[in-house]
């Protein structure tokens, strides 16, 4: 289970002039992961090359991540503005933390949430039923839940679950794209699904990475 290594305060140790970075904004007009690159780093801002075809509203919530001598990191910011010299610049606020990640396409931070999920008809041949489960990981992009349902690898799902306030009980489309027996209690065997979300809304997909970003902050300051 991955999670974070560390929180970097000292930003010009890993964040470099001309350093590559995607970029995701919290905003429905702007559901793609954008690429840009650092042209300044100020006391309190970063300028990037306008990474879209028109503006992003100014104080739009974004995250920005980036790899560094082989390690991702990542943070979060707000559009603070533009500035037109020579090219038209983003202004982003400069964050006061990074934090580094393992380095993989979506990072997990460890919940225990429960989650319902209905299997789509075309994986169970015309029967389709409500099932239940914990969701014991997740990242923007899928959950590794547990379950007594055997369910088959390839399955396509209909998953139903709630993050406090961040998103309401809504049916998230799905496939189990890893599975394996982990346990028998009770007379029941229990499995472990990994599932990967797709075809989900931009603006979910960004509210889901600001659960994630935010739980992985709260994870890290608890160590202390």
């Given at each position: 289970?991955?999670?974070?290594?560390?929180?970097?305060?000292?930003?010009?140790?890993?964040?470099?002039?001309?350093?590559?970075?995607?970029?995701?904004?919290?905003?429905?007009?702007f559901?793609?992961?954008?690429?840009?690159?650092?042209e300044?780093?100020?006391?309190?801002?970063?300028?990037i090359?306008?990474?879209?075809?028109?503006?992003?509203p100014?104080?739009?919530?974004?995250?920005?991540?980036?790899?560094?001598?082989?390690?991702?990191?990542?943070?979060?910011?707000?559009?603070?503005g533009?500035?037109?010299?020579?090219?038209?610049?983003?202004?982003?606020?400069?964050?006061?933390?990074?934090?580094r990640?393992?380095?993989?396409?979506?990072f997990?931070?460890?919940?225990?949430?429960?989650?319902a999920?209905r299997?789509?008809?075309?994986?169970?041949?015309?029967?389709?039923?409500?099932?239940?489960?914990?969701i014991?990981?997740?990242?923007?992009?899928?959950?590794?839940?547990?379950?007594?349902?055997?369910?088959?690898?390839?399955?396509?799902?209909?998953?139903?679950?709630?993050?406090?306030?961040e998103?309401?009980?809504?049916e998230?489309p799905?496939?189990?794209?890893?599975?394996?027996?982990?346990?028998?209690?009770?007379?029941?065997n229990?499995?472990e699904?990994?599932?990967?979300?797709?075809?989900?809304?931009?603006?979910?997909?960004?509210?889901?990475?600001?659960?994630?970003?935010?739980?992985?902050?709260?994870?890290n300051?608890?160590?202390?």
């Amino acid at each position: 289970m991955e999670s974070f290594d560390s929180i970097v305060r000292d930003i010009h140790s890993v964040l470099k002039i001309n350093q590559s970075m995607d970029i995701v904004f919290d905003h429905p007009d702007f559901l793609e992961e954008y690429r840009s690159h650092a042209e300044s780093l100020e006391a309190e801002t970063i300028g990037i090359p306008i990474p879209t075809n028109k503006r992003v509203p100014v104080t739009t919530h974004c995250w920005v991540y980036f790899i560094y001598k082989d390690q991702r990191y990542g943070f979060e910011t707000t559009v603070k503005g533009y500035e037109d010299d020579n090219v038209l610049q983003m202004i982003l606020n400069r964050p006061r933390e990074i934090l580094r990640f393992q380095r993989r396409k979506h990072f997990r931070v460890p919940v225990d949430l429960p989650v319902a999920y209905r299997i789509s008809r075309r994986s169970t041949e015309g029967k389709e039923e409500i099932c239940s489960g914990t969701i014991r990981n997740m990242s923007s992009g899928g959950i590794l839940i547990i379950t007594d349902e055997d369910v088959p690898l390839g399955s396509e799902l209909h998953l139903f679950f709630t993050l406090a306030d961040e998103v309401g009980r809504q049916e998230i489309p799905a496939k189990i794209v890893r599975r394996g027996m982990i346990e028998r209690r009770k007379k029941k065997n229990f499995y472990e699904y990994g599932i990967e979300f797709y075809d989900i809304p931009g603006r979910l997909r960004g509210t889901l990475m600001h659960f994630v970003f935010s739980r992985q902050i709260e994870l890290n300051r608890q160590k202390r």
